[in-house]
């Protein structure tokens, strides 16, 4: 493979633009359930205004706005960091502050993609991590927002697991198959001998749907060393964000970071791994 400056800078730059876009995603994609909620159950109980609730609203539309002020956001605000850095992070029209996790989003996105081409290269490997890593961003920033994970975003990423898989780019297809399937086994029945012990849901169905879509993209031997990182990763967050004993975190976020790191550094992970084992005496 001939490593290119240029490509490099295409991917950071591409992965900036496709931020962009991730950050509508994260914005609009739990209104429009929202939305649809409501709208099913106004049908359902025949209440309310039937058209006011059969209103358009989705990615594309209504356009970019403020959520403030409401005035149209116009192109040239709308450049990935830079139009942040120029407003200061503020809006141009009301001077109403904009969160940091726009630009941040955008950033990730840019340094995820190029890091991307610098371990995979120009190959079709590369093609599935870029499709991997947008959509556990959006899942990492909407869960931490709402303790919600898609079915569109959890379930697109299985499916795309299992076929970019036929090709056994990062795994064979039954290993692919039967991560799945234990992927969201496992986290289900500890879910259910929790509730069985203390009467309370210690984590949500979105959660087996993620570790079973990582687990057809790495294979079965992969679950265990991410349910490990995430734990680990969780606990870093924890004592970084101060998070107290018995307050809520999800568990969605952590998942996804470790699976993106299995995939960038799943060989030196899992040999890790084996390492500590060895040394500890866990292996046969």
Not at 122 to 150: R, S
Request: with cysteine; aromatic share 14%.
């Amino acid at each position: 493979m001939i490593f290119s400056p240029l490509l490099l800078a295409g991917f950071f730059l591409f992965g900036l633009l496709f931020g962009s876009f991730l950050n509508v995603v994260i914005y609009r994609l739990p209104l429009m359930m929202e939305h649809a909620w409501q709208q099913q159950a106004r049908e359902v109980l025949k209440i309310g205004d039937a058209q006011a609730s059969s209103r358009p609203f989705g990615l594309a539309y209504p356009p970019s706005h403020c959520p403030s002020c409401q005035t149209p956001i116009k192109p040239w605000s709308n450049i990935p960091i830079l139009s942040f850095l120029l407003q200061k992070g503020r809006c141009a029209h009301c001077q109403a502050p904009i969160s940091w996790r726009y630009p941040l989003v955008e950033l990730l996105t840019g340094l995820a993609f190029a890091a991307i081409y610098w371990h995979f290269g120009w190959t079709l490997a590369a093609a599935g991590a870029l499709v991997f890593t947008a959509l556990v961003i959006a899942m990492m920033f909407i869960d931490a927002q709402t303790q919600l994970l898609p079915d569109i975003l959890t379930l697109s990423l299985l499916w795309c697991g299992l076929l970019i898989n036929t090709q056994g780019i990062f795994t064979s297809l039954p290993n692919a198959v039967w991560g799945a399937a234990i992927g969201y086994l496992s986290l289900w029945l500890i879910f259910q001998l929790f509730k069985l012990v203390t009467g309370k849901e210690g984590m949500g169905f979105g959660d087996f749907k993620l570790l079973a879509a990582l687990g057809a993209w790495f294979g079965v031997s992969a679950l265990p060393v991410i349910v490990l990182l995430s734990s680990v990763v969780g606990l870093i967050f924890a004592m970084i964000l101060r998070i107290k004993k018995g307050q809520e975190m999800p568990f969605g976020p952590y998942l996804a970071v470790s699976g993106w790191l299995i995939l960038m550094f799943q060989q030196p992970i899992m040999q890790m791994v084996a390492w500590w084992m060895n040394k500890s005496g866990f292996t046969p």
